[in-house]
């Protein structure tokens, strides 16, 4: 039974956590596929039975992946597309809003016509509005925008990047939670703490974090948000108000799940790897 990890130098805490709960059960020999020293005219040769995940996020490595995978081959999904959650959808909340996640009012784009784009901030709330571009992490590409002034001069700097932002309504964040969804659970989660004198929570690369067990209802959304996209594990990133109301942001896949499992100690990688085992089990018979 093998385990083909892709992952490039840059993933080496996740690859090893992996490596050490693959170390930790028998009959398991783990693959790692390294997306920047890669042939893709010789692939590996995947059968069925076989466990496939990628660390590596982007397209290079999520071609790899699905130039890998096999009918067969036991995945993270219950579908068998292929590529990034923020790929395959780069704006959740539309599916979210069709199956009854709450999730902030969004925009699929930033019109540049200044008659909708009132209309749209108006739509949203009002200002403050939040100015997102998608593919970013820690909060980077998440702008605050209080005024139509510097909304319609921040618009047109990011168009010109060749970025495609969206408008999402302000949430006025007391705390946010990162959920770990496997199956049909949360295995594990996190709340992050904003620094002082900034709105986004999840910042930097050390942001501060805690270990907490969040309730049965957001529990429940973050497994909802997670099977939408046709995901069987994802990282729920997850708002919560001064009034306790709840608001999904993203379901990653895949998600640094490294800084869950090193703040609360819960061996998430060996529960995944339990996960992909008994999937492969089923696979091959």
Sequence with gaps: MKFYCISGDEQDVSYGLFKAAIEARDDIELVRIDPWDFDPSNPPQ??????LYRI???????????????????TLRNTEGMG??????????????????????????????????????????????ALKVPGGSHGVGVMKVDSMSSLLSVGDFVRSKRAHPILQQFINVTRS???????????????????????????GDEPNVTGKVFSEEIQQTAVKATQSL????????????ENDNHYVTEAN??????????CTGNDIAGAMVDYLVAK??????
């Design 56 to 74: 590596t996020t982007g397209k290079p490595a999520s071609a790899i992946e699905q130039l890998m995978y096999r009918e067969g081959v036991a």
């Design 230 to 241: 046709g995901l069987e594990f994802a990282g729920v990133d997850i708002l919560i108000d």
């Design 253 to 262: 896949f895949p998600c640094f799940f490294a800084r869950c499992q090193k």
């Design 280 to 285: 492969a089990k089923r696979l091959s018979v």
């Design 46 to 51: 995947l059968e069925r039975g076989d466990m």
């Design 177 to 203: 939670a990162r959920l770990i969804v496997l199956g049909d659970k949360v295995i594990d989660s996190i709340e992050y703490a904003a620094p002082e004198g900034d709105f986004r929570s999840n910042v």
């Design 84 to 129: 990034d959650s923020y790929c395959v959808y780069p704006y959740p909340h539309l599916v979210f809003g069709k199956v009854g996640v709450p999730s902030p009012k969004m925009t699929a784009f930033v019109p540049k016509n200044r008659e909708y784009l009132e209309k749209s901030v108006e739509w949203l709330g009002g200002f403050p509005v």
